[in-house]
Every structure is written in structure tokens, then in C-alpha cells.
């Protein structure tokens, strides 16, 4: 069999086990059988023996059996929202759909991120050696690039754009959006990583990659009005997010991050579905970047 085939068979599989939750070989192999990739041949326990082992090895994702001999994912933490593994079978799962369905493809549409996989893949490469990387770069509305030599610490994918967070010998992050970046360079210098650095908690009070440590973090009171109520709760702007009080049109939700000027921005870009409560000082700041809006217009 064709190793993109097999591969397309593990994602599957993993795929259907995470959103049962704990599902038997049975009711594995009925949703097998529904699929095309099955041809209308059951999914055997030795395939699926086969299929746990080559899944463990190549995504580090273990499922385990219980006592009841239902199926689940060992490590729940390996399929959270945010995780590489659940973001790239996410992605695949996603794939094997549109590609089962390749006579629709006029009907399917999708949206392009930029391709900076060179960058992409240089970046990965010298975080694994753990090599500082040499960034020549130009910023938004700067004629003249700039050159950084930082250690690459993560990268971020935020709003179809892919970020590095260096760090600098001295001291001090930066994040480097790919798209901006003219050139990069795996160097021979190495570095050290913070034993305590977590990527996962260094962006967690803020909304995406700007961080501005300067600002502080605040507790804002939001209102969203009509459809984008429902749609605060099923896509929450932030994890800290959490419903206050829903009047008869409207629900207020409360967050806690430092609110950078992407967060503002994200705010006005709801329009009058969505407007900051408290505290009084945002709400001041929103009300001057409207009064700028407007005069744009006249």
C-alpha cells in the first residue's frame, strides 16, 4: 500500500478517536466502512494493531484500551485546541475530506496562507540544534532592512501569518512575522534555552503576537449584541474569557490580558456588534481610534 495512503489511514483514525472520546473496534470499523478510503473492506484488528503502533511512533500519540476495551488517546493534553499535534491532525483530517471529495472541488473554498516554508523549515532546523539564526528583515513602512542575530525560542501561527519569538544574546524577545523577512540564516553559534521558558505561557495573556509587557493586564467587560453573542461563545476572543450576565439582546463577557493595539483592532473590527463596558480608560482609547476612523471619511 502507498505510504500516502497509510498515512491518510493513521490520521483517520486518530482523528475518529478524538472526537468519540472512547470508542470500540467495532464502532470503529461501522465509520470505517463509510468512508471511500475503506473500498468497502473492513478494518481488521491486525490493520488496526499495525496502525496503533505506526501512530505512536510517528505522531507520539498512544491509544490505550480500557477495561470495557474501548479505544481513547492516552494523553488528552496531545489533542487540546492549541497543541502541534492536534493543529496538524487537525489540518489532515481536514485534508483527507477535501481530497475524498475531489469532484467537488469548485464548491470547497479555501483560504491561502503565504508560503514561507523555507523560512519555515530554516526556523525548525535551528531550533532543534538549538543555532542562533540571522534575520535580515524590513519592517512596515521602513525603507531600509534590518539584520537581528537571535535565538529562536518558538514560532506562532496567528491570522493565516507565521511569527518567530527570538530571543537576544543580551537579553530581550522579538517577533519576527516570515512574510517581512528578506532574508534568514542557520548560524554555527549555539545558545541555551531558558529550562523555564514556556512558549504556551508567554503568550497567554496577550490576544496574539504583539507583546508589549509595558501595558499591563486588566480585567475588560465586553458586550456583544445580536449573532455575535453566539458566535463570543463559540469562538471566545481569549481562554481567559467568561460570561458575566445575557440580557434579552446582548451578553456580557469578561477577559483579563494586556490589551495590545491587535486586540483593540480586533475589537473595532466587530463594529457595533461588539463594545468594551469597562474599564473606562479603553473604552476612551476605542473612542478616540473611532473619532480617527471617522475623519477618514470625510
Same mark, same amino acid.
Given at each position: 500500500?502507498?505510504?500516502?495512503? +497509510?498515512?491518510?489511514?493513521?490520521?483517520?483514525?486518530?482523528?475518529?478517536?478524538?472526537?468519540? /472520546?472512547? @470508542?470500540?473496534?467495532? #464502532?470503529?470499523?461501522?465509520?470505517?466502512?463509510?468512508?471511500?478510503?475503506?473500498?468497502?473492506?473492513?478494518?481488521?484488528?491486525?490493520?488496526?494493531?499495525?496502525?496503533?503502533?505506526?501512530?505512536?511512533?510517528?505522531?507520539?500519540?498512544?491509544?490505550?484500551?480500557?477495561?470495557?476495551?474501548?479505544?481513547?488517546?492516552?494523553?488528552?493534553?496531545?489533542?487540546?485546541?492549541?497543541?502541534?499535534?492536534?493543529?496538524?491532525?487537525?489540518?489532515?483530517?481536514?485534508?483527507?475530506?477535501?481530497?475524498?471529495?475531489?469532484?467537488?472541488?469548485?464548491? @470547497?473554498?479555501?483560504?491561502?496562507?503565504?508560503?514561507?516554508?523555507?523560512?519555515?523549515?530554516?526556523?525548525? #532546523?535551528?531550533?532543534?540544534?538549538?543555532?542562533?539564526?540571522?534575520?535580515?528583515?524590513?519592517?512596515? /513602512?521602513?525603507?531600509?532592512?534590518?539584520?537581528?542575530?537571535?535565538?529562536?525560542?518558538?514560532?506562532?501561527?496567528?491570522? !493565516? !501569518?507565521?511569527? +518567530? +519569538?527570538?530571543?537576544? #544574546?543580551?537579553?530581550?524577545?522579538?517577533?519576527?512575522?516570515?512574510?517581512?523577512?528578506?532574508? @534568514?540564516?542557520?548560524?554555527?553559534?549555539?545558545?541555551?534555552?531558558?529550562?523555564?521558558?514556556?512558549?504556551?505561557?508567554?503568550?497567554?495573556?496577550?490576544?496574539?503576537?504583539?507583546?508589549?509587557?509595558?501595558?499591563?493586564?486588566?480585567?475588560?467587560?465586553?458586550?456583544?449584541?445580536?449573532?455575535?453573542?453566539?458566535?463570543?461563545?463559540?469562538?471566545?476572543?481569549?481562554?481567559?474569557?467568561?460570561?458575566?450576565?445575557?440580557?434579552?439582546?446582548?451578553?456580557?463577557?469578561?477577559? !483579563?490580558?494586556?490589551?495590545?493595539?491587535?486586540?483593540?483592532?480586533?475589537?473595532?473590527?466587530?463594529?457595533?456588534?461588539?463594545?468594551?463596558?469597562?474599564?473606562?480608560?479603553?473604552?476612551?482609547?476605542?473612542?478616540? +481610534?473611532?473619532?480617527?476612523?471617522?475623519?477618514?471619511?470625510?
Amino acid at each position: 500500500m502507498k505510504a500516502s495512503v +497509510l498515512f491518510k489511514e493513521y490520521v483517520w483514525l486518530v482523528d475518529t478517536i478524538a472526537r468519540a /472520546g472512547r @470508542i470500540t473496534l467495532r #464502532e470503529i470499523n461501522d465509520r470505517w466502512l463509510l468512508t471511500d478510503m475503506s473500498e468497502g473492506v473492513p478494518f481488521s484488528r491486525t490493520t488496526f494493531r499495525r496502525h496503533r503502533q505506526e501512530v505512536e511512533e510517528m505522531f507520539g500519540i498512544i491509544i490505550d484500551c480500557d477495561a470495557e476495551n474501548r479505544y481513547y488517546i492516552d494523553d488528552p493534553s496531545l489533542m487540546s485546541t492549541d497543541s502541534v499535534p492536534r493543529w496538524m491532525l487537525s489540518t489532515l483530517a481536514v485534508s483527507n475530506i477535501v481530497s475524498e471529495a475531489r469532484g467537488m472541488h469548485d464548491r @470547497i473554498l479555501l483560504e491561502s496562507i503565504p508560503s514561507e516554508s523555507e523560512h519555515l523549515r530554516l526556523v525548525v #532546523e535551528a531550533m532543534r540544534g538549538n543555532r542562533r539564526v540571522a534575520v535580515t528583515y524590513r519592517r512596515y /513602512g521602513s525603507s531600509e532592512p534590518q539584520q537581528w542575530t537571535v535565538d529562536p525560542y518558538c514560532i506562532k501561527l496567528f491570522r !493565516r !501569518r507565521w511569527y +518567530l +519569538l527570538g530571543r537576544f #544574546e543580551k537579553g530581550g524577545f522579538i517577533v519576527l512575522s516570515f512574510d517581512r523577512m528578506l532574508e @534568514i540564516a542557520v548560524t554555527e553559534e549555539t545558545f541555551t534555552m531558558d529550562k523555564d521558558f514556556d512558549a504556551q505561557a508567554y503568550f497567554s495573556e496577550y490576544y496574539g503576537v504583539m507583546v508589549d509587557d509595558r501595558i499591563p493586564v486588566q480585567r475588560i467587560v465586553l458586550r456583544a449584541y445580536g449573532n455575535e453573542r453566539y458566535a463570543m461563545r463559540d469562538l471566545p476572543i481569549h481562554p481567559s474569557q467568561r460570561e458575566l450576565e445575557a440580557g434579552e439582546d446582548y451578553v456580557d463577557l469578561e477577559v !483579563r490580558l494586556h490589551p495590545t493595539h491587535d486586540f483593540l483592532a480586533q475589537i473595532l473590527s466587530r463594529g457595533r456588534w461588539l463594545k468594551v463596558v469597562s474599564p473606562e480608560g479603553i473604552v476612551q482609547e476605542i473612542n478616540q +481610534l473611532l473619532q480617527e476612523t471617522a475623519e477618514n471619511y470625510k
